[in-house]
T-cell receptor
Framework: DAGITQSPRHKVTETGTPVTLRCHQT?????MYWYRQDPGHGLRLIHY???????DKGEVSDGYSVSRSKTEDFLLTLESATSSQTSVYFC????????????FGQGTRLTVV | QKEVEQDPGPLSVPEGAIVSLNCTYS??????FMWYRQYSRKGPELLMY????GNKEDGRFTAQVDKSSKYISLFIRDSQPSDSATYLC????????????FGAGTRLAVHP
C-alpha cells in the first residue's frame, strides 16, 4: 500500500468551529489532492498541491483552505464548519504528468452537528 | 450537466454473472480512462487504466473505451462475492493540470 495516512479517521464537530484534517505521505510525491465524497456525487476535488507552498483550488473549494509546508504533509482546514461539509474526505497522491494512478488514503469521516 | 455520468445503482447480481458497468462523458479532450474499486469504508484503488480508445483485459476484468460515443465500460466475468464494492470511473485530459474527473460510482452487490 502507498504510504498515505489521514488523521483523524473520524471526527464530530459543531457548526462554526474550525477543523483541520491532516494527510501524511511517505512516498515523496509532488502532487497531493483533497477530495470529498458524497452520495450521488462521487469524488469531487477540493484543493490540490503541486509542491511545497504551491496549491490551487478545485471545483468545490468554498469554505476550505489548505497548506503544504513540507512535501509529506497536506492540511485541509474548514475555517468555520457547516452541516453541508459533513462528508467523507479523501487525500490522494497523484496523478502527475508521468503517472496516471492516484493513490488514496483511508478517508476521514467528518460530521458537523 | 456533469462531465461524467455514471448510474449509481445499486446493481445486484448472482455469483457467476457477467457484470457491465458504464460511464458516459461530455469532454472530448479526455484521453485517460480509469476504473477504481472502493470497498466499504476504504479508499478507492485503481483497477483498470486505458489510454485513448480500445480494450484492455486483466483476468476477469475488461475495460472498453469508445471515444466516438464518449462511452466507457467495465465488464466483470464470473463475478464473485468479493467483487461487491463501489466502482468509480475516472477520466482526465493529457495535458496541463492533472485533475481526475470521477463518476458518481456504481454500487455492486454479488450474492452467492
Amino acid at each position: 500500500d502507498a504510504g498515505i495516512t489521514q488523521s483523524p479517521r473520524h471526527k464530530v464537530t459543531e457548526t462554526g468551529t474550525p477543523v483541520t484534517l491532516r494527510c501524511h505521505q511517505t512516498e515523496n510525491h509532488r502532487y497531493m489532492y483533497w477530495y470529498r465524497q458524497d452520495p450521488g456525487h462521487g469524488l469531487r476535488l477540493i484543493h490540490y498541491s503541486y509542491g511545497v507552498k504551491d496549491t490551487d483550488k478545485g471545483e468545490v473549494s468554498d469554505g476550505y483552505s489548505v497548506s503544504r509546508s513540507k512535501t509529506e504533509d497536506f492540511l485541509l482546514t474548514l475555517e468555520s464548519a457547516t452541516s453541508s461539509q459533513t462528508s467523507v474526505y479523501f487525500c490522494a497522491i497523484g496523478p502527475d504528468r508521468a503517472n496516471t494512478e492516484a493513490f488514496f488514503g483511508q478517508g476521514t469521516r467528518l460530521t458537523v452537528v | 450537466q456533469k462531465e461524467v455520468e455514471q448510474d449509481p445503482g445499486p446493481l445486484s447480481v448472482p455469483e457467476g454473472a457477467i457484470v457491465s458497468l458504464n460511464c458516459t462523458y461530455s469532454n472530448s479532450a479526455f484521453q485517460y480512462f480509469m476504473w477504481y474499486r472502493q470497498y466499504s469504508r476504504k479508499g478507492p484503488e485503481l483497477l483498470m487504466y486505458t489510454y485513448s480508445s480500445g480494450n484492455k483485459e486483466d483476468g476477469r476484468f475488461t475495460a472498453q473505451v469508445d471515444k466516438s460515443s464518449k462511452y466507457i465500460s467495465l465488464f466483470i466475468r464470473d463475478s464473485q462475492p468479493s467483487d461487491s464494492a463501489t466502482y468509480l470511473c475516472a477520466m482526465r485530459t493529457s495535458g496541463g493540470y492533472n485533475k481526475l474527473i470521477f463518476g458518481a460510482g456504481t454500487r455492486l452487490a454479488v450474492h452467492p
